[in-house]
């Protein structure tokens, strides 16, 4: 999904602007992966607040049972 690829390119504006038209914040690509986790894993702070803020599922795990949180702190971003 496109509000997927906003999310994992950081690109916040376009990810606004396609939850605002109604793109869900807890849609998931492969294996579970969910918009949050990616955004967290690839160190996007403002995506994730964005996610956050829309409602976005903080304990979704992926399908390796990996939650946002933990992969963000595994790749070192811990502003997320």
Known sequence: PAVFLAAQEGHG?????LLDLGAS?????SKGVSCLFIAAQM???ACVR???ERGAMVDMPAGN???PL?????KGNLLV
């Open 65 to 67: 049972q990996s939650r």
């Open 43 to 45: 160190g996007h702070v």
């Open 70 to 74: 933990s992969i963000a702190a595994q």
């Open 25 to 29: 914040c807890n849609a998931t690509r």
């Open 50 to 52: 964005k996610l956050l």
């Open 13 to 17: 504006g376009c990810l606004e602007r």
